[in-house]
T-cell receptor
Framework: DQQVKQNSPSLSVQEGRISILNCDYT??????FLWYKKYPAEGPTFLIS?????DKNEDGRFTVFLNKSAKHLSLHIVPSQPGDSAVYFC???????????FGAGTTVTVRA | DVKVTQSSRYLVKRTGEKVFLECVQD?????MFWYRQDPGLGLRLIYF???????EKGDIPEGYSVSREKKERFSLILESASTNQTSMYLC?????????????FGNGTRLTVT
């Protein structure tokens, strides 16, 4: 049973606009959340993370929001660029654990 | 820059064959992981290792084993390959501190079992 769910398999957005990717989790013990980005024929690369003691973390064009009561997090990309076209994976873990649980991924396509 | 190298990009094997997937990292990381990626299922953890000769089962260890004889190398073994093991296999490493230092992934091995 997947503990991390990304219910939108794909997202298409125009260049310059905002991309919003959503992720839900079921395990209330998770206290650390990450987003990874994956291009075809490459391994995933780390994008941004957030600890459960925060509700927002920002890094340049990327912002992650965490709503613990709803067990929901989202990734905002502003403005979206063609190079952002990739698969984005949400992941969650307990800091005391080595195991990351991943969502199924959302494929983002940025249209020129 | 961290480099995680998987020995094969593509592999085609027959049902029943013993298959070895090799992974080497060059950053002296303590932790190493094997994931498989399947459409609609994301990345699922098969096995991980937090030290030489140490291993722990992940979420889907059935049909797999691992070997870590040296710190830099982590091998995934399919004892008797089956068609449902056709997948993209991803190796990753991280330092001891765990997820405050994110995983570094290799480029993957696409395995087809016929």
């Amino acid at each position: 049973d997947q503990q991390v769910k990304q219910n939108s398999p794909s997202l298409s957005v125009q260049e310059g606009r905002i991309s919003i990717l959503n992720c839900d989790y079921t395990n209330s013990m998770f206290d650390y959340f990450l987003w990874y980005k994956k291009y075809p024929a490459e391994g995933p690369t780390f994008l941004i993370s957030i600890s459960s003691i925060k509700d927002k973390n920002e890094d340049g064009r990327f912002t992650v929001f965490l709503n613990k009561s709803a067990k929901h997090l989202s990734l905002h990309i502003v403005p979206s660029q063609p190079g952002d076209s990739a698969v984005y994976f949400c992941a969650a873990a307990r800091v005391t654990d080595y195991k990351l649980s991943f969502g199924a991924g959302t494929t983002v396509t940025v249209r020129a | 820059d961290v480099k995680v190298t998987q020995s094969s990009r593509y592999l085609v094997k027959r049902t029943g064959e013993k298959v070895f997937l090799e992974c080497v990292q060059d950053m002296d990381h303590e932790n190493m992981f094997w994931y498989r990626q399947d459409p609609g299922l994301g990345l699922r953890l098969i096995y991980f290792s937090y030290d030489v000769k140490m291993k722990e089962k992940g979420d889907i260890p059935e049909g797999y084993s691992v070997s870590r004889e040296k710190k830099e190398r982590f091998s995934l073994i399919l004892e008797s390959a089956s068609t449902n093991q056709t997948s993209m296999y991803l190796c990753a490493s991280s330092p001891r501190e765990g997820f405050h230092s994110p995983l570094h992934f290799g480029n993957g091995t696409r395995l087809t079992v016929t």
